[in-house]
């Protein structure tokens, strides 16, 4: 038995492509389909917000037919055990459908949306959102999305989770979205890195880095394992 490290992780979209949500890079993916600034932007939605709503409305229903996968249902089992934070850059509830308490979304979330005038005005959402349907400030609502050229209000409390790692894992991120892929760069010296990725990205540390070119279903559980019987026995 050793002292059990912080854990903190860091998602990105190829853990819940694997659960049957398409990524946004990806071919077949979402942008593959639509222009960035018609659907996820905000003159987007001063210009087309019944395109925007559609979209989203998409995505929503969507999230309904998909469960999570091997993976969610690994990390999840570390919050047992260990100090365990997860700061996702997704904006499906996967993570906490499978178990997890501790979520950080960086970029929103589908399931929720908020005042166009007031971004405090935030409200629970399952079904298709509608022009005409009100915050009670009686503004419209808009989808709790952090859209392309939005600032990321939740960047401060992801910055200072990454800051208390000991154990940091990455899992299916192309390390390319910021300001997302700077977190790692804030951990303190002798943090250890695990960064699991079928196509992992070249990234330069001073931390201790293992790279496992795998898919998060693949390379998630053994991992979660190995830091199980290490620390917990």
Do not use: C
Request: no cysteine; proline share 7%; net charge negative.
């Amino acid at each position: 038995m050793t002292d059990k490290p912080v854990i903190r992780i860091l998602t990105g979209a190829g853990i819940s492509k694997e659960s049957g949500i398409p990524t946004f890079r990806d071919s077949g993916g979402y942008w593959q389909q639509y222009r960035i600034e018609e659907v996820a932007s905000p003159e987007a939605w001063r210009s087309n917000p019944q395109m925007v709503l559609d979209f989203y409305n998409l995505r929503r229903r969507k999230l309904k037919e998909v469960r999570p996968n091997a993976a969610h249902q690994a990390l999840a089992e570390l919050e047992k055990y260990f100090d365990t934070y997860i700061i996702t850059q997704n904006v499906d509830d996967l993570h906490e459908r499978a178990g997890s308490q501790n979520v950080l979304h960086l970029h929103g979330a589908l399931k929720k949306v908020r005042s166009e005038k007031n971004p405090s005005l935030i409200y629970s959402w399952e079904d298709d959102l509608h022009l005409g349907d009100l915050a009670e400030d009686g503004a419209q609502l808009r989808p709790h999305i952090v859209w392309f050229g939005e600032p990321v209000p939740a960047i401060t409390e992801a910055s200072r989770l990454t800051r208390q790692a000991d154990i940091y894992i990455i899992v299916g991120t192309s390390m390319q979205v910021y300001p997302a892929a700077g977190l790692v760069y804030e951990l303190k010296p002798g943090a250890k890195v695990y960064y699991i990725d079928p196509h992992p990205s070249g990234i330069s540390l001073n931390n201790p880095l293992e790279i496992i070119p795998e898919t998060a279903v693949k390379g998630v559980p053994p991992l979660v394992e190995k830091l199980i019987a290490t620390y917990v026995g």
